[in-house]
T-cell receptor, first 111, second 111 residues
Framework: TQLLEQSPQFLSIQEGENLTVYCNSSSVFSSLQWYRQEPGEGPVLLVTVVTGGEVKKLKRLTFQFGDARKDSSLHITAAQTGDTGLYLC???????????FGDGTTLTVKP | EAQVTQNPRYLITVTGKKLTVTCSQNMNHEYMSWYRQDPGLGLRQIYYSMNVEVTDKGDVPEGYKVSRKEKRNFPLILESPSPNQTSLYFCASISSTDTQYFGPGTRLTVL
């Protein structure tokens, strides 16, 4: 059973378009992270959200944590080819150290 | 430079031949973790460690062992590898703010 469901699984868009990736769960998380992974490398952290309802912006990326701390979204404005990659959400539950990852969203931004 | 190192990066072995994948971090983190990444299944946690001599099972611990004799090292041991353990393995070192710093990955093939 996948605790964190990401959607869509694959997304292919043109440069300049906007997109949103979702990360949903029936479980409550103490914190949730978004990572980006490029082929042949390990995931790299983009952001951590901790408070229900929290919104964080990182240039063209906007991250939101749901009020109940069960879901999150990543919105990219005016996507660029450099945004291409695998986006992963990960949740930390109350027993620290035990992480759950979503199965990822593969984003392709075409020029 | 803060980093997580894994060795080897690539390994091809045969069923039943014991192997160890090493992981080392230089950030003095207490928490470390091992994951395997498989197509369509995302990152799944194998084992994690909260401190020296303290480890716990993740979601897919069967067929794996770990040890944490010192803070910087967290080796993953496959006593009797099987073909279903062919995968991409990542070690992560976890900061106090739940940020996971991933190693470069070890691609293991068990024939």
């Amino acid at each position: 059973t996948q605790l964190l469901e990401q959607s869509p699984q694959f997304l292919s868009i043109q440069e300049g378009e906007n997109l949103t990736v979702y990360c949903n769960s029936s479980s409550v998380f103490s914190s949730l992270q978004w990572y980006r992974q490029e082929p042949g490398e390990g995931p790299v952290l983009l952001v951590t959200v901790v408070t229900g309802g929290e919104v964080k912006k990182l240039k063209r990326l906007t991250f939101q944590f749901g009020d109940a701390r069960k879901d999150s979204s990543l919105h990219i404005t005016a996507a660029q080819t450099g945004d291409t990659g695998l986006y992963l959400c990960a949740g930390e539950r109350t027993n620290a150290g035990k992480s759950t990852f979503g199965d990822g969203t593969t984003l392709t931004v075409k020029p | 430079e803060a980093q997580v190192t894994q060795n080897p990066r690539y390994l091809i072995t045969v069923t039943g031949k014991k192997l160890t994948v090493t992981c080392s971090q230089n950030m003095n983190h207490e928490y470390m973790s091992w994951y395997r990444q498989d197509p369509g299944l995302g990152l799944r946690q194998i084992y994690y460690s909260m401190n020296v001599e303290v480890t716990d099972k993740g979601d897919v611990p069967e067929g794996y062992k770990v040890s944490r004799k010192e803070k910087r090292n967290f080796p993953l041991i496959l006593e009797s590898p099987s073909p279903n353990q062919t995968s991409l393995y990542f070690c992560a070192s976890i900061s106090s703010t739940d940020t996971q710093y991933f190693g470069p990955g070890t691609r293991l093939t068990v024939l």
